[in-house]
């Protein structure tokens, strides 16, 4: 199974890093050269690293996990405005980006006060197409008990943040966050957030965990390259136009347009449209990829 | 005894590797035995259930309710799902003479537990919950697993459909233990003895294959790094090959890097990794994966191809057609076509272009332009190889060198080199008490004239192969006849072969 | 700093809230400002009670502290020696005495074409309607969002105010009653 690493070091030979991940059957992901340093984004199976390690070492850089790399999370505020942005929610977003993930805010149109609060169905179907979701509520106890109560349908893994320490009878709660004046930059605000991710990763563990015993038939990372070698995506807001998810991938393009093209992918001896479900996305019109399980193909 | 040697099975009277193999290891050339050792082990609680609509496999963990599961196993089968809503399917009736309870429970989706219909426990109900949801099922906290794998199937299931049967899926392991022996012992009963390893040669990448078949020439494979995903052999690191088709590596595949800093090296899989366009697959080790998988960077082990390389270079036209005879392939002889003419190129060069075109064209030359050379390469590791890319040996059996300059008058003669490429040759191995007769020297990146590679006829104390002094000079072998140099006219070429 | 007071729900709560507003306004730069601010939560209803004074210091400004008044005349010579109030003094002698009783003959001086005892004491600009708005304005970014539904009570040098999420009840006036002895003077 595939896991997300960073490699940070010099330009200088960096390219046989590049050449190591090759020959391990690693895929290169992103490649951020800044002035003298570089950042590559790589896939590799997690026995691989130890070897690649001793280059790293060599080189003097260093190869850290970004248990988040293949995520895409959603950080859901009550609503876009002051009072929910930028802090605490670009704090929690810009904690869990560093741990690779993908993250988009997400602010509910009717999500603030307390008897008119709302969350739609369509809300909840975006983000349910996440992998994972961080819920940032306000510091009333009464106020938290009654949101949660509405978003316990959700199936994926979720952490709600809040103000109160404990509060009882809310799973996957964080407390000591809140609203906040600004940055969390002091020694306890990072524990918290610290916590936080600690919390979601656990989460995550436990569904990697589940999806490893019935395999996916291809990993993700694969297909992603795939789409990117055999498709023009030129033209795409930002140099990521395919976002990966624990079971599939996003295609950040018009569904009318490419679902077509995307489908006739070749992964390997397979046609992707044949070992997926292509489907439109209930945000921003982009097309959502999920793959089928082995067993799903064999009993086929 | 019954023993194996490469897994073909051997009734043999002896017990030594050398009398029953005829191979002595060595500690460079090591080889494997291969002993079987059957260890039991129950790994892991999976039942695979069959049913009418397909097959779900659960994974259970051990309590009470899994202990009743596995003694009853018998009359779990045949169980007809008695009824199926949106949040469980319930396959029975069974008596299950366990506790009844009116307690409610919140299930996670995709468990296995016990329960009694109507709290009858003569109604005893295995039920599978689809989704996560609060209900009362008539036992105590009685979940012993989760649906793993086929978790679609449970969607199709309804009223009516079975469970036709179920199996305990118990892994049983049998472990071989393997040891890399380097001198000649005693082996016991079916023990497999493997001294070598099979190679299919794949068409997909005709160049890479040439390639690795012209290293493995000898029938060897040295290893030099190993980790593990791969070991590497990086003896003809540096030469470029082209981009040719990608392939799954996947376990036992033999590929080649066609680009970046390690082209040339071979690399040889021991698990299953995703095709990449930088490696070419030549091909599949499917007998005897067990050599590189144990043995250590510095040894080596014996490789025999399925397909044997098709190359005449060097070789007079008469022994290429006696050989391409005993292939079956069509031989066509040009340019010098005597018997004793040495065959200079070969149409198809490559193995598997020949293979397919089903007929070799040679060319063949006046033997007196074929000469056999010595190279010094452990005293000048550089400037050989410098030498052996500049005159195609690093590839090819048969090298050629371009005159540069030869002249009746002149007691040396010249050939050309790259400049560029010896701009990074260093002064290695300079000639010692004067330049001897027939040696081959190399003009270092110390003098503008670098690259020329020079030989001289008669020995002399002030100046080198090619006329400079021995600061700028690196000697990096001789030319075994080299008498049969002077005549050789400028801008013609001449051909080399390594001295066996 | 200002005496900041917050109860209604528990000390975790209060505490934050407090911490909050304190943030808040600090970084509004009205903490010096004010004297006192109560806030009260009913998390319950749910509706949140502020009751804010401001410190008696914060006096208007007057036409006599920003200039030089001497009588011309029959008019009266204005010299503004404050560049920055030059406009609220032009447009608050117009909104007095009608445009055409104004004339600006150079950049800082106005003639006034009559004479008049009171003038020295127009109020120019009045900071505590200043401090006021502003004080409001935070007050939306503390409270949480979906109060929107508001009443005020305003004093001179204060004000109560209660936010909602539902339609108002006669409770909250009674409540406002309270509050207005609490701040007191």
């Keep these: 199974m595939f896991k997300m690493y960073v490699y940070k070091g010099g330009i200088y030979r960096h390219d046989e890093i590049i050449e190591q991940i090759e020959d391990l059957g690693g895929i290169i992901m992103q490649k951020t050269p800044m002035q003298t340093e570089i950042d590559i984004v790589f896939a590799l199976e997690e026995v691989d690293k130890e070897h690649l390690e001793k280059l790293s070492k060599k080189l003097r850089g260093e190869i850290l996990d970004i248990p988040f790399g293949d995520m895409e999370i959603a950080i859901v ?43 739609s169905d369509k809300e909840k179907r975006i983000i349910s197409e996440h992998d994972a979701a961080i819920f940032s509520y306000g510091i009333f106890k009464e106020c938290i008990m009654i949101k949660e109560k509405e978003i316990r349908t959700l199936t994926l893994p979720y952490v709600i943040c809040g103000g109160p320490k404990n509060i009882e009878g809310v799973k996957n709660y964080i407390g000591n966050i809140g609203r906040k004046s600004g940055r969390m930059k002091s020694s306890d605000d990072i524990k918290t957030l610290e916590n936080v991710k600690n919390m979601l990763l656990e989460m995550v563990d436990s569904k990697r965990e589940e999806i490893n015993k019935d395999p996916l038939i291809s990993p993700p990372v694969y297909v992603k390259r795939a789409l990117e070698q055999q498709l023009d995506l030129e033209g795409t807001l930002g140099d990521n136009p395919i976002v990966l998810h624990l079971d599939g991938v996003r295609v950040k393009k018009s569904f009318e347009e490419y679902s077509d093209k995307v489908a006739d992918v070749k992964i390997g001896d397979y046609r992707l449209g044949d070992i997926s479900t292509i489907t439109k996305s209930n945000m921003n019109d982009t097309v959502i990829v999920k793959m089928r399980t082995k067993s799903e193909m064999e009993a086929d | 005894m019954k023993v194996f040697l490469n897994s073909e099975p051997l009734e043999t009277s002896k017990d030594r590797i050398s009398e029953i193999a005829n191979i002595e290891p060595t500690e460079k050339n090591p080889i494997v035995i291969e002993r079987k050792m059957t260890r039991s082990v129950l790994l892991k609680n999976l039942y695979e259930i069959d049913t009418n609509k397909g097959t779900f496999t659960i994974e259970t963990f051990n309590n009470r309710f899994h202990e009743f599961f596995k003694e009853n196993i018998e009359n779990f089968k045949g169980l007809e799902i008695q009824w199926s809503d949106r949040n469980t399917i319930n396959f029975g009736h069974l008596p299950i003479y366990m506790e009844s309870t009116r307690k409610q429970f919140d299930y996670e989706k995709y468990t296995v537990l016990l329960g009694h219909s109507g709290f009858d426990k003569e109604l005893g109900i295995l039920t599978i919950s689809k989704k996560g949801h609060i209900a009362r099922n008539g036992i105590e906290k009685s979940v012993f697993g989760k649906v ?56 997909s990448c005709p160049f890479a294959a040439e390639h690795f078949l012209f290293l493995t020439k000898e029938g060897y494979l040295e290893i030099d790094e190993k980790n593990v995903t791969y070991c590497r052999n990086n003896s003809l690191k540096g030469v470029s090959l082209p981009q040719e088709a990608d392939l799954e590596r996947s376990k036992g595949s033999i590929s080649v890097r066609n680009s970046g800093k390690g082209k040339g090296c071979i690399y040889i899989y021991f698990k299953d990794t995703i095709e990449d366009k930088s490696h070419s697959v030549i091909g599949k080790i499917t007998k005897g994966l067990e050599l590189p998988l144990n043995l250590s960077p510095g040894q080596q082990f014996k490789v025999e191809p399925t397909t044997k390389r098709i190359n005449t270079l060097g070789l007079t036209q008469g022994e290429a057609e006696k050989i391409t005879e005993k292939m079956g392939i069509e031989h066509q002889r040009s340019g010098n076509d005597d018997d004793n003419a040495i065959i200079i190129e070969q149409d198809p060069e490559i193995t598997i272009d020949a293979i397919k075109a089903g007929k070799i064209t040679t060319k063949g030359v006046d033997p007196a332009l074929v000469f056999k050379l010595r190279l010094f390469q452990d005293k000048a590791p550089n400037s050989a190889k410098y030498f052996k890319t500049i005159s195609g040996l690093a590839t090819r059996q048969l090298g050629r060198l371009e005159v540069l300059i030869s002249h009746e008058d002149l007691d040396m003669i010249m050939f050309k080199g790259d400049a560029k490429l010896a701009g990074e040759l260093a002064p290695e191995n300079p000639p010692e008490n004067g330049s001897k007769k027939g040696r081959i020297g190399i003009t270092n990146m110390a003098s503008r004239q670098r690259g020329i590679i020079g030989v001289r006829f008669n020995d002399s104390s002030d100046y080198g192969p090619t006329g400079e002094d021995d600061y700028h000079t690196n000697c990096i072998g001789e030319i075994v006849n080299y008498e049969m140099l002077r005549g050789i006219k400028e801008g013609s070429t001449i051909y080399l072969l390594m001295e066996k | 700093m200002m005496d900041i007071v917050v109860r209604g729900g528990s000390e975790e709560e209060n505490e934050s809230l407090k911490k909050l507003t304190e943030n808040t306004l600090k970084d509004s730069g009205l903490g010096k400002k004010q004297k006192k601010m109560v806030i009260i939560t009913d998390i319950g209803i749910p509706a949140f009670y502020v009751g804010v004074k401001f410190k008696k210091d914060v006096e208007p400004i007057i036409l006599d502290n920003i200039s030089m008044i001497r009588e011309q005349s029959n008019k009266t010579r204005i010299q503004i020696n404050q560049e920055r109030y030059y406009d609220q003094v032009m447009e608050k ?82 409540t406002i009653d309270e509050i207005e002895k609490e701040i007191g003077e």
């Design chain 3, 93 to 174: 002698l117009w909104e007095i005495y009608g445009k055409d009783m104004v004339e600006q003959s150079e950049r800082n001086v106005i003639y006034l074409n009559k004479k008049d005892d009171e003038v020295k004491n127009i109020v120019i600009y009045d900071l505590t309607e200043e401090i006021r708005e502003r004080t409001i304005d935070v007050l939306w970014t503390i409270l949480p969002e979906g109060f929107k539904v508001r009443h005020f009570k305003h004093f001179d040098d204060g004000f109560i105010l209660v936010a909602t999420d539902i339609p108002q009840m006669q409770e909250f006036y009674n």
């Design chain 2, 148 to 203: 793993t794998k086929g978790r679609h199937v449970l969607e199709l299931l309804s009223s009516n459909d079975k469970i036709e049967d179920i199996r305990e899926v118990e892994i049983k392991s049998e472990t071989y233990e393997y040891s890399v022996l380097t001198n000649d012992a005693s082996i016991e009963e079916n023990d497999n003895i493997i001294t070598k390893s099979v190679i299919e040669i794949d068409e």
């Design chain 1, 77 to 119: 505020a009550p609503s876009l405005s002051r009072h929910h942005l930028p802090h605490p929610v670009c704090d929690l977003s810009e904690f869990l980006r560093r741990y690779g993930s993908t993250t988009n805010i997400l602010g509910l149109a009717r999500g603030y006060g307390k008897t008119i609060f709302q969350i």
